[in-house]
């Protein structure tokens, strides 16, 4: 058994469990987002909305053109990773991702870097195979990797936005 | 345009931009780009701030 199958059957399900368990306790504890924070998310939801949109005009105008590049799977997958981003990324920079009562950010940021990073491997050694383009098309095996970067890039950010704020002085 | 006055009336009642998010129930970022003049409140909020600081709306929101 190598060493990606003992990822994917038994650590990865744990893994995966463990982050919807979490988010579940997460949303049903806190909901208490205050009116500016209600208003940078709506906002947020309207990119990601307009992000999804012009993803999908994109992708008919080429298959217009003749040029299929990913198969139904995948752009679904993406269209959805990518709205994620944009919704995620703006609530972070705005300081609307986490409700008034959630203080650590700690812990979401290393469950993201976790996940990005078990992701991001699986993603590579795919990539290593050749599985993530057939015939020009991008196949489902891509997912793995954009999964990855996107965790990653969210987990970056919140780090960034961690360092951006203790440099802000309180006036 | 920056809202000094709730600045200098929080700062009367030495309370952190935290302090005050805590008392009326909002983030402390949320408190800091009113002070800032990149939020305006709603009426709400407004009140719950003057509460806070035993102010009236004249003196920390009316021009």
Redesign the interface.
């Known amino acids: 058994m190598d060493i990606l199958k003992i990822v994917s059957t038994l650590v990865l399900p744990i893994v995966l469990i463990a982050a919807v368990v979490y988010e579940l306790k997460r949303t049903l504890k806190y909901t208490n987002f205050d009116e500016r924070q209600q208003i940078v998310r709506g906002r947020a939801f309207k990119y990601a909305y307009y992000t999804a949109m012009i993803f999908a005009a994109v992708i008919i105008v080429l298959e217009a053109g003749g040029t299929t590049i990913m198969s139904a799977v995948v752009f679904a997958g993406l269209q959805l990773y990518l709205s994620f981003i944009v919704f995620v990324s703006y609530c972070i920079f705005k300081d609307a991702y986490f409700t008034v009562s959630e203080k650590s950010v700690k812990g979401y940021a290393l469950m993201l870097a976790g996940l990005g990073t078990i992701n991001l491997v699986g993603g590579i050694i795919q990539a290593g195979k050749g599985h993530v383009m057939e015939n020009g098309m991008l196949t489902k095996d891509c997912l793995g990797l954009v999964i990855g970067v996107s965790f990653l890039f969210i987990a970056a950010e919140f780090v960034v936005k961690k360092f951006l704020v203790s440099r802000e002085e309180e006036e | 345009m920056k809202n000094l006055r709730l600045?200098s009336a929080r700062a009367a009642k030495d309370l952190?931009?935290?302090q005050l998010?805590d008392l009326v129930?909002?983030?402390?970022?949320?408190i800091?780009?009113i002070?800032k003049g990149d939020?305006n409140?709603?009426i709400?909020?407004c009140i719950a701030i003057c509460r806070a600081l035993d102010k009236t709306l004249d003196d920390i929101f009316w021009e």
Do not use: M
């Not at chain 2, 129930?25 to 949320?30: A, E, L």
């Open positions: 600045k952190s931009q935290q998010a129930g909002v983030s402390r970022q949320t800091s780009a002070e939020y409140p709603t709400n909020l």
